[in-house]
């Protein structure tokens, strides 16, 4: 009996460092998620100043405490339609590749831990352009939560130079 506790005990141990905690948000009627050790904050939307010449779905840029960072629109970089600000609109000052950067979302929901082992490739349902943004998929309760590359949905490059 000891034996087969001690096994329990162990695949839980293992589940445990096994699993990851992702931010879940909104972008229109979707739910997504990108892996909270990237989430630097959460802030409340703010308009960016704009940059001439910025890709569209770059809002601008806006001071961090003292650092300028560039915050893209989500949906825009998605090729979805613009919605006007709302309470719930913020953006999420995440790190990628050693960078600061911030995202502006339709909303955020909750951090979840998903299991490594449970994430499943993206389905090639999405075009060539969209499905590099994504990593994978996951079920989380009843909703299935889409999960984001974030070296892929910002353009490291030309986000670095309007930063500049």
């Not at 141990?13 to 905690?21: A, V, Y």
């Not at 910002?154 to 309007?162: G, N, P, T, V």
């Amino acid at each position: 009996m000891a034996l087969t506790q001690t096994t329990t005990e162990t695949r839980e141990l293992h589940s445990e460092t096994n699993t990851e905690k992702y931010l879940v948000f909104q972008i229109g009627n979707e739910t997504y998620g990108v892996p909270l050790l990237q989430v630097q904050e959460i802030r409340t939307y703010t308009p960016a100043t704009r940059v001439p010449n910025a890709p569209e779905y770059v809002l601008g840029v806006v001071n961090l405490r003292g650092n300028i960072i560039a915050v893209i629109d989500a949906r825009a970089r998605f090729g979805l339609p613009p919605l006007p600000d709302e309470e719930s609109t913020v953006v999420v000052v995440v790190h990628v590749n050693g960078k600061t950067f911030g995202l502006r979302l339709d909303s955020v929901s909750d951090v979840v831990d998903i299991p490594v082992d449970q994430i499943q490739p993206t389905p090639p349902i999405a075009s060539e352009a969209t499905q590099r943004f994504l990593s994978g998929v996951v079920q989380v309760g009843e909703r299935v939560v889409i999960l984001l590359n974030l070296r892929e949905i910002f353009d490291l490059d030309a986000l670095q130079q309007i930063a500049a």
